[in-house]
């Protein structure tokens, strides 16, 4: 446990004083941190999503699309819960039965392997 300790304290010392050493430091840990912060995030983006159904269940209209980002503005204060970790802004889709707030992941691309949603369930009207 120790020397776990004394390389990550190696490493993050060496991302200060060698700032070339930044990249491949953070490409080494990507495939144990990106899976825990996407996990964390998940959980963020489930919030948003009940929140938009809240939304609608209260005004009878979802956040108009065109204007998805005044509403992320309006609903959130810090710019943490409206951005993913990797800073790009979450994004709405509709279905007639559910929305999902997506993620385009770390390499902040659209429609690239990366990328993630949660769906949250929409409440039925009209029966």
Do not use: C
Not at 72 to 77: A, F, G, I, P
């Amino acid at each position: 446990m120790s020397r776990l300790f004394l390389l990550v304290l190696l490493g993050v010392t060496a991302t200060y004083y060698f700032p070339d050493s930044r990249q491949m430091l953070l490409e080494f840990a990507a495939p144990v941190v990106v899976p825990a912060v996407k996990w964390g995030t998940k959980e963020e983006m489930g919030q948003v999503g009940r929140n938009v159904v809240e939304h609608e269940r209260l005004t009878g209209q979802l956040p108009d699309r065109r204007n998805w980002v005044g509403w992320l503005e309006y609903r959130y204060s810090a710019d943490d819960l409206r951005q993913d970790p990797w800073g790009t802004v979450y994004q709405l889709q509709v279905w007639a039965d559910s929305i999902a707030i997506v993620s385009y992941g770390p390499d902040r691309t659209r429609s690239t392997d990366d990328d993630f949603q949660v769906v949250t369930l929409r409440e039925r009207r009209g029966r």
